[in-house]
């Protein structure tokens, strides 16, 4: 959900502050976080991709972190 919710709200932060409704500064903050949200999820973007990504409730080869 994040690869996809980060950049639309990264989007709407950016119109916002496109039609002067928001400082610019936020603009360019929303578009540093979603270029390093998505860089950060490279690893499972790529597992996706080659349909190796584990389902939700199906685990994964390592433990959860945090």
Known sequence: M??????ICAAI????AIAGKTDP???WYS???TALVEY???PNI???????EPRI????????TG
Do not use: E, M
């Open 25 to 27: 500064a936020f603009a």
């Open 46 to 52: 790529r597992r996706l991709l080659n349909g190796t």
């Open 57 to 64: 409730g199906q685990g994964g080869d390592r433990p959860a």
């Open 31 to 33: 578009l540093f976080a």
């Open 13 to 16: 932060i950016c119109g916002l």
């Open 2 to 7: 994040s690869v996809v919710g980060v950049p």
């Open 40 to 42: 950060k999820h490279i």
